[in-house]
């Protein structure tokens, strides 16, 4: 089997609702470009009727579809790095499956790879989330590029293409947890980004609850940048010189004064207390969050596990 132009990684986590209606406009876009191609689904340890879906399709398409079962649930990052292992094409895209990026959009990120770029993001034109899911994205931008210098207009789409070049190098990383596209930037020559149409939900619900939206920024701050560690430090020597500074007013005060009116007592016994634990406590998660990022790297365990992979035989 000859490798195709264009391998599109589709993770899948309980798709059953919107399945049918993505295999009724991936495949005729992506006939539509006029080049070879191949579709890797990864289901991501589904509890629906995804996986037999995922079946019939492959029966249907053998010859450009191709199917890795995980055998349980480790993650969309962790679906996307094992399509990766399994695409064979020269450039790479990948895609969820919830349509709310159009598969018709993938010709114009390819079109823009022929300009000379290897790594090209998508930026949502007009975005049906809601409103705090938005106003979260945009903070989390700002912070994100200044603490890391990886510039991605749109860190949440993941309608984004990679040259080989760059989907071998993210292969190569043995990272345990990791956040795919700013690794991918992080490894390209000529980024690039484009405008894509955004569409509601075609069914089902978000798989990303505000809990896994938080883990999922801690995992591309922390993973790409010391600077929160670096800021901590600066934040604590500030805070000590601040708190010697009032210590010596408030000495200076009782000298002059006896024994100080109530206002200075209660800022020296619990004000400054609260705040100086707060700060302890929250230096304490930053650091156990680097450390945990190694407890989970020494271990060396399996990023993810591979029940069967369904492709057609190739020749002996």
């Known amino acids: 089997m000859s490798a195709p132009e264009v391998s599109v990684v589709i993770p899948v986590y309980n798709e059953e609702d919107v399945l049918e209606a993505l295999f009724s406009r991936l495949y005729p876009a992506l006939d539509a470009l006029g080049r070879s191609y191949e579709i890797v689904f990864v289901n991501d340890g589904s509890r629906d009727r995804s996986v037999a879906m995922l079946r019939e399709q492959y029966q249907r398409r053998p010859e450009v579809t191709r199917v890795v079962l995980f055998n349980g649930n480790f993650g969309q990052h962790m679906a996307i790095m094992a399509g990766f292992e399994y695409a064979r094409g020269e450039r790479v895209v990948t895609l969820d499956a919830d349509l709310q990026n159009p598969p018709e959009e993938i010709g114009n990120l390819i079109a823009k790879m022929d300009e000379g770029h290897d790594y090209v993001g998508s930026v949502r034109r007009r975005r049906h989330d809601v409103a705090w899911r938005r106003l979260a994205s945009r903070a989390m931008n700002r912070?994100?590029?200044?603490?890391?210098?990886?510039?991605m207009t749109d860190q949440g789409c993941m309608l984004r293409a990679y040259d080989k070049a760059i989907v071998d190098a993210i292969r190569s990383s043995r990272e345990v947890s990791t956040y795919i596209p700013a690794l991918g930037y992080s490894f390209s020559q000529n980024p690039a980004e484009v405008e894509v149409e955004h569409e509601e939900r075609?069914?089902?619900?978000?798989?990303?609850?505000?809990?896994?939206?938080?883990?999922l920024n801690f995992d591309l701050v922390t993973g790409f940048s010391v600077v929160p560690l670096q800021?901590?430090?600066?934040?604590?020597?500030?805070?000590?010189?601040?708190?010697?500074?009032?210590?010596?007013?408030?000495?200076?005060?009782?000298?002059?004064?006896?024994?100080?009116?109530?206002?200075?007592?209660?800022?020296?016994?619990?004000?400054?207390?609260?705040?100086?634990?707060?700060?302890?406590?929250?230096?304490?998660?930053?650091?156990?969050?680097?450390?945990?990022?190694?407890?989970?790297?020494?271990?060396?365990?399996?990023?993810?596990?591979?029940q069967a992979v369904l492709e057609p035989k190739r020749d002996a």
């Open 202 to 215: 075609a069914a089902g619900e978000s798989k990303y609850s505000l809990y896994k939206l938080i883990r």
């Open 143 to 151: 912070l994100r590029e200044r603490l890391t210098h990886i510039r």
């Open 231 to 306: 800021l901590f430090s600066i934040f604590g020597i500030a805070v000590s010189l601040v708190s010697i500074a009032i210590y010596l007013v408030v000495i200076a005060k009782r000298i002059a004064l006896g024994e100080g009116d109530g206002l200075w007592v209660i800022w020296d016994r619990d004000i400054l207390t609260f705040i100086l634990i707060g700060i302890v406590l929250f230096g304490l998660g930053l650091v156990g969050e680097y450390v945990g990022r190694i407890y989970q790297q020494v271990r060396e365990r399996p990023r993810y596990l591979v």
